[in-house]
C-alpha cells in the first residue's frame, strides 16, 4: 500500500517560517499530483497548495504569496515552504497523492503564535 509521511511542523511564532515534508512510499510517485490540505478543529479539510505532475503549483487564496509547494521526485517528496506565518495558519497540515485513487498521509501539527 501507499504511504504518505509527513514531517517539519512544529510551534513557530508569527512572521517565521516552516518547511514541511512529506515522503511517499511505492513506485508511483512521479505519476501523482501532490498537494497539501490543513484542517482546524471544528473547520472543514481546505486546499492549501498542489501541484501538477509537471510541476505546475497551485495555492488557495490565503496562502498566495507566502507559501511555495514543490516536488522532488527522485527523493519521493512533497515540500512546502511556509513563509510569513500567521495565527490563522494554524491546522494540522496533510499530505495528499492521488492520480485516479488518492492517498493521505497522518498530518502534522502546525501552531502560529502571535
Known amino acids: 500500500q501507499v504511504q504518505l509521511v509527513e514531517s517539519g511542523g512544529g510551534l513557530v511564532q508569527a512572521g517565521g517560517s516552516l518547511r514541511l515534508s512529506c515522503v511517499v512510499s511505492?513506485?508511483?510517485?512521479?505519476?501523482?499530483?501532490l498537494a497539501w490540505h490543513r484542517q482546524a478543529p471544528g473547520k472543514a479539510r481546505e486546499l492549501v497548495a498542489s501541484?501538477?505532475?509537471?510541476?505546475?503549483?497551485y495555492y488557495g487564496n490565503s496562502v498566495q504569496g507566502r507559501y511555495t509547494i514543490s516536488r522532488d521526485n527522485a527523493k519521493r517528496t512533497v515540500y512546502l515552504q511556509m513563509n510569513s506565518l500567521k495565527p490563522e495558519d494554524t491546522a494540522v497540515y496533510y499530505c495528499?497523492?492521488?492520480?485516479?485513487?488518492?492517498?493521505w498521509g497522518q498530518g502534522t501539527r502546525v501552531t502560529v503564535s502571535s
Open positions: 495528499y497523492a492521488g492520480s485516479h485513487v488518492g492517498y
Open positions: 511505492g513506485n508511483s510517485f512521479s505519476t501523482y499530483t
Open positions: 501541484i501538477t505532475t509537471g510541476g505546475t503549483p
